[in-house]
């Protein structure tokens, strides 16, 4: 059906959702089957006969009532690694995945699928084998990307630039000269200095190493390590593995507020570790 402003169809989430509008309102519908209706009622509503939850939360519930009693033991959605398992195993995971897939009469994209894979790209990231790192093929895009002039090139750069901000030691004081000019008082049409410069190829070129971040493993302790500047705050979050060999799991930086920057240095120190223990609390 071709999609006007009166009735549309979209797939957001892997569900099908017709949008139409009633007396200028715009409404949403989560779209099934006939025969796969009184299965959805049955998780789309709290109690019988009672009123629709709204589409994010119908999609959630419909996508954790039917999937996730059954398979949290095995998968989990957006994961960032891949527990060791043997061939085995891994068959009858995936047996299991397609059982409940087949008894809710629901279909996977096989082009979209991967099997039996010590690494998959996953979101822009290489995911497996007790580790993951930024997809090469991604972070290509860093090295060849010009110096932005206006501020809508400046905003578009750190965006893109920030998913990857937990491979990057201390990211917000590194680009804090760049985030300044997309401040209200800086004019559209960028004013470049040195300061602007060396920043740009700094993140650039941090952007360019990123390394590899490893699995939390949850029977070792945890290393914290803090520092905080007049203007950012970093932490680092490691492990050491059994030869000794220390192992990042993820960094974390946060910019300070005007009134932040006000304080002494023990309060700033004490701030970091703060909200390092917040970030990391699981």
């Given at each position: 059906m071709a999609r006007t402003e009166e009735n549309a169809y979209a797939i957001r989430d892997g569900v099908l959702i017709h949008t139409e509008y009633i007396c200028g309102e715009?409404?949403?519908?989560?779209?099934?089957?006939?025969?796969?209706?009184?299965?959805?009622?049955r998780v789309a509503h709290e109690i019988p006969l009672a009123g629709h939850l709204g589409e994010q939360k119908t999609k959630q519930r419909i996508k954790y009532s039917f999937f996730?009693?059954?398979i949290k033991k095995d998968a989990k959605e957006f994961c960032q690694t891949c527990k060791p398992q043997s061939w085995n195993d891994h068959l009858l995971h995936?047996?299991?995945?397609f059982h409940k897939l087949r008894a809710?009469?629901?279909?996977?994209?096989?082009?979209?699928?991967?099997?039996?894979?010590n690494q998959v790209k996953f979101l822009g990231h290489i995911v497996g084998s007790g580790q993951h790192s930024p997809d090469p093929e991604k972070a290509e895009v860093f090295k060849i990307v010009s110096r932005p002039t206006t501020k809508k090139e400046l905003r578009s750069f750190l965006g893109l630039a920030s998913y990857y901000r937990y491979y990057i030691p201390n990211f917000a004081e590194i680009v804090l000269p760049l985030t300044d000019l997309t401040k209200e008082k800086v004019s559209n049409i960028l004013p470049w200095s040195i300061e602007e410069e060396k920043a740009f190829v700094k993140i650039k070129d941090e952007l360019d190493r990123m390394p590899?971040?490893?699995?939390?493993?949850?029977?070792?302790?945890f290393w914290l390590y803090t520092d905080a500047s007049a203007t950012a705050i970093g932490v680092c979050l490691a492990q050491y593995d059994d030869v000794a060999k220390e192992l990042p799991i993820a960094f974390f930086s946060k910019k300070l507020i005007p009134t932040q920057m006000k304080w002494s240095t023990i309060e700033i120190e004490a701030f970091c570790v703060l909200e390092a223990l917040k970030k990391f609390d699981t």
């Open positions: 715009k409404v949403k519908q989560v779209v099934f089957t006939k025969c796969k209706r009184d299965e959805v009622l996730w009693p059954e995936v047996d299991s995945v809710v009469g629901l279909t996977v994209n096989l082009e979209k699928c991967a099997f039996g894979k590899s971040l490893h699995t939390p493993d949850i029977s070792r302790p």
